[in-house]
Every structure is written in C-alpha cells, then in structure tokens.
C-alpha cells in the first residue's frame, strides 16, 4: 500500500519560509514522478512542482518559481518542497502526490498540510 505522509505545514509571516517534507513507502518510487499540489479555500487544486526520483529535471509552476524548490532525498524516500519569500496568497493546504514517469495523472496523495502566510 502507498503512504505519502506529509509535514512541516504551519504559520509564518509574511516573507518567511516552510520546508514541507514528503515521506513515501510502500513501493520502489524510482519509476516515479512526485509532486506537490495545493489547494486553497474556494479554489481549485493546483500543481506547485514537481521532480522524478530518478533524473534532476523539476517543474514549477509561475506563481511560484524563484521561491520554491523541490528536491528529494533517494534513501530517506522523501521529497522535500523549501518555500521562501512566502507571500499571503500561497496560503493553502499542501498535498504531495505520485504518478509514473508515463502516466498522465497522479494517483496516490497524502493527506495534506496547512500553510497559512500572515500579513
């Protein structure tokens, strides 16, 4: 069974940082794409980035790039999302997901975490 438990949510003001943690188990995750996505209230879910286990290559969306990196750690099976510069508006619950290299959807998610950026 796959668990994708994530951490590291909390407050902070305005032009603080996170580091949100991902923990996976439950099968080899080489093959794999992780991602995080968040969702704030009233609003849709929305893909924040995302890297494979297996090659450097990452993606971020706009709002985002130049303050967030994603990165991961092959033996702890972790993939971490570092936020700086946090703005009021990243404000949202934080999910990690997984999908394979080929597939077009991501199919397993954690639980989510709650980041709330003060003014």
Not at 21 to 35: K, L
Request: aromatic content about 12%; glycine content about 10%.
């Amino acid at each position: 069974q796959v668990l994708l438990v994530e951490s590291g949510g909390g407050l902070v003001q305005a032009g603080g940082s996170l580091r949100l943690s991902c923990a996976a188990s439950g099968r080899t995750f080489s093959n794999y794409r992780m991602g995080w996505f968040r969702q704030a209230p009233g609003k849709e879910r929305e893909f924040v980035a995302s890297i494979s286990w297996s090659d450097v290559i990452t993606y971020y969306a706009d709002s985002v790039k130049g303050r967030f990196t994603i990165s991961r750690d092959n033996a702890k099976n972790t993939v971490y999302l570092q936020m700086n510069s946090l703005k009021p508006e990243d404000t949202a619950v934080y999910y990690c997901a997984s999908r394979t290299l080929s597939g077009n959807e991501y199919a397993d998610w954690g639980q989510g975490t709650q980041v709330t950026v003060y003014s």
